[in-house]
């Protein structure tokens, strides 16, 4: 015959599965540290901040980093 876990029982296997989930979440990194997604596109891009533009071809531009 089955019998259903004991409050003892039931507790200790709450704290084993939190346990389990706090001990394999994946780090969140701290809000102020995080980029906003035009700054990651930007890195991700090799995009630089200083870039200039020049005339290129019949009047037209060119943006160069």
């Not at 003892?8 to 709450?14: G, K, L, N, P, T």
């Not at 990651?40 to 290129?56: C, F, I, K, N, Y």
């Amino acid at each position: 015959m089955k019998r259903s876990p004991s409050a003892d029982e039931s507790a200790a296997i709450a704290a084993a599965i939190e346990r389990f989930r706090m001990e394999t979440a994946q780090a969140v990194a701290p809000q102020e540290d995080r980029l906003s997604p035009w700054q990651r596109a930007a890195l991700v891009e090799g995009v630089s901040a200083r870039g200039t533009v020049q005339d290129h071809r019949e009047g037209g531009t060119k943006w160069l980093s």
